[in-house]
T-cell receptor
Framework: GQNIDQPTEMTATEGAIVQINCTYQ??????LFWYQQHAGEAPTFLSY??LDGLEEKGRFSSFLSRSKGYSYLLLKELQMKDSASYLC??????????WGAGTKLIIKP | GAVVSQHPSWVICKSGTSVKIECRSL??????MFWYRQFPKQSLMLMAT?????????EQGVEKDKFLINHASLTLSTLTVTSAHPEDSSFYIC????????????FGEGSRLTVL
C-alpha cells in the first residue's frame, strides 16, 4: 500500500529552527509537496520538490532524497504565526496525490 | 498565484436537507478540480476528481449518489451533499490545478458543514 509518515506533533521555540520529516512509500513518484494549514483554514502551498536536493524559499526550505523516500521541511527563525499543521503529499505514478496526516507544529514564546 | 474561491464558508442545515457548495477558479481555467473532506485532526481525504464536461471520478467508499459533483464549466465545480446527516458534518475543501498532472494545487477557503 501507499503510505506517508510524518510526526503527529512537534513543539519548538520562537526564533529557533525546526525540521519536520516525511517518509513515503508510494507506487512511483512524481513530486512531493509541502502545505501549511492553519486550524479551520484550507492548506496553502509551501514547496514542491521533484529532484533531489534542497529548495530554499525565504525562511522555509524543503529537502528531498528520492532514493531514501525522504523529505524534510526546515523552518528557520520561527514566528508564532508558524503554528500550524504541515502536510506532506506525494504524487504517485498515476499523478494521484497521497496525503500525510500532517504534523501539528506548536510554537512557544 | 491562482485564486480559488469556495462558497459558503459555513453552513448549518437540518438533517435530511441538501446543501450545495460552490468552487470557482477566479483567474484561471481549471480543467480539473478536486473535492476533499477533512475531519477534525485528520488529514485531507480525497472524495472525487472532477473534470470539466465529464462525470466525476469518485474515490472508493464515497457515495456518488450522495455527493453529487457537477463541473459544468472551466471555472465552476459544485458539490451537493444530498439528504445530509450529522455524520456528514465536516470541512469540505476544493482545489484546482492550473496545468497538467504535476501542477500545484490551489485550494479554496473550505466550507464547514454542520448537520443538526
Amino acid at each position: 500500500g501507499q503510505n506517508i509518515d510524518q510526526p503527529t506533533e512537534m513543539t519548538a521555540t520562537e526564533g529557533a529552527i525546526v525540521q519536520i520529516n516525511c517518509t513515503y512509500q508510494t507506487s512511483g513518484f512524481n513530486g512531493l509537496f509541502w502545505y501549511q494549514q492553519h486550524a479551520g483554514e484550507a492548506p496553502t502551498f509551501l514547496s514542491y520538490n521533484v529532484l533531489d536536493g534542497l529548495e530554499e524559499k525565504g525562511r522555509f526550505s524543503s529537502f528531498l532524497s528520492r532514493s531514501k523516500g525522504y523529505s524534510y521541511l526546515l523552518l528557520k527563525e520561527l514566528q508564532m504565526k508558524d503554528s500550524a499543521s504541515y502536510l506532506c503529499a506525494v504524487k504517485d505514478s498515476n499523478y494521484q496525490l497521497i496525503w500525510g496526516a500532517g504534523t501539528k507544529l506548536i510554537i512557544k514564546p | 498565484g491562482a485564486v480559488v474561491s469556495q462558497h459558503p464558508s459555513w453552513v448549518i442545515c437540518k438533517s435530511g436537507t441538501s446543501v450545495k457548495i460552490e468552487c470557482r477558479s477566479l483567474d484561471f481555467q481549471a480543467t480539473t478540480m478536486f473535492w476533499y473532506r477533512q475531519f477534525p485532526k485528520q488529514s485531507l481525504m480525497l472524495m472525487a476528481t472532477s473534470n470539466e464536461g465529464s462525470k466525476a471520478t469518485y474515490e472508493q467508499g464515497v457515495e456518488k449518489d450522495k455527493f453529487l459533483i457537477n463541473h459544468a464549466s472551466l471555472t465552476l465545480s459544485t458539490l451537493t451533499v444530498t439528504s445530509a446527516h450529522p455524520e456528514d458534518s465536516s470541512f469540505y475543501i476544493c482545489s484546482a490545478t492550473t496545468s497538467g498532472d504535476t501542477g500545484e494545487l490551489f485550494f479554496g477557503e473550505g466550507s464547514r458543514l454542520t448537520v443538526l
